[in-house]
């Protein structure tokens, strides 16, 4: 078996039977705290979330190689934060788009279209969350602008399940000024929270 970390080989104590968690749970134990495996590629092939999952408890083969990197924990939650603030940043200007366009014979579409912006609202909160677990500290309880993280989150709460509503109703005409003057305007505030975040972590760094 040939293992690789950042592009040079390492040597482990796998055995025979050896699981790929048992492997990465010896890589781990090698390196700083601050630095986790962040792609994992076996014979090439590089293995996404849902293979990663199922593959983790499988013996590794003895002939496979399998490929390691790595990345500094402050810096991926840092770029995972500012990813999702660009993120933010590109959705601003569909808000009205979208409201145009639930009100035509192009409605359809255009629900489909507000499925994608809660969707990145539910990438945002699973970003949060992540990003969490990855710093040993709860991002929703830090402040922005002198108020909880949390507090902006309920905020978001309370007008998307406004859109649900509307669109349960079918009422197009509250769909359409929800996105417009409710959740547009939104986009920018947390484009802004985003930023700040990973800007007091990178000033102050995790709590001690």
Known sequence: MLVTLDGRPVETP?????????????????????????????????LGDDDLSNDLSCPVDAGA?????????KELIDSALRRVAEEFAAAEPRHGAIAERLSSLD?????????EIVGLWQICHRALAQCSELLGDDLVQRLHEGRPVQAWLDDVVAKLVEMG????ARDMVSLADLLRYELAPLCPAWCALLNGLADQLRDAGPPA
Do not use: F, K, M, W
């Open 14 to 46: 796998c055995g025979a039977d050896s699981t790929l968690q048992a492997l990465l749970d010896q890589v781990r134990a090698t390196q700083p705290p601050d630095r986790l495996i962040v792609s994992v590629a076996v014979n090439g092939r590089e």
């Open 165 to 168: 509503a509307a669109l349960e």
């Open 107 to 115: 409605a359809a579409a255009a629900v489909r279209e507000v499925g």
């Open 65 to 73: 190689q399998i490929d390691l990197e790595t990345g500094d924990r």
